[in-house]
């Protein structure tokens, strides 16, 4: 089992910045892909920027050039820096991680969600 535990959600400001943390810890054998979805209420939950173990990375439209996803394999521990936030950010955001096992079993794993609020 591998357990993900995110951080840094708040209240901000239009035009603030938030730094949300993930860290995966656990039984961790190989984490590939990790990603910062988000889901708003009354919303699907969508994808907002995944990072490879090898550092390429992907983002929703709506956040490129404002957001950045990083990710530090030493410390098993992905980043979202969040600049420039607007009230259409608001949002539950999760943090995902794509684990092979041992036994080259893969699966998704999420984390419990962290709530960033962004006021006009």
């Known amino acids: 089992q591998v357990q993900l535990v995110e951080s840094g959600g708040g209240l901000v400001q239009a035009g603030g910045s938030l730094r949300l943390s993930c860290a995966a810890s656990?039984?961790?054998?190989?984490?590939?892909?990790m990603g910062w979805y988000r889901q708003a209420p009354g919303k699907q939950r969508e994808l907002v920027a995944t990072i490879t173990s090898g550092g390429s990375t992907n983002y929703a439209d709506s956040v490129k050039g404002r957001f950045t996803i990083s990710r530090d394999n030493a410390k098993n521990t992905v980043y979202l820096q969040m600049n420039g936030l607007k009230p259409e950010d608001t949002a539950v955001y999760y943090c995902n991680a794509d684990h092979t096992s041992r036994w080259s079993r893969r699966h998704d794993y999420w984390g419990q969600g962290t709530q960033v609020t962004v006021s006009s």
């Open positions: 656990g039984s961790i054998f190989i984490l590939n892909a």
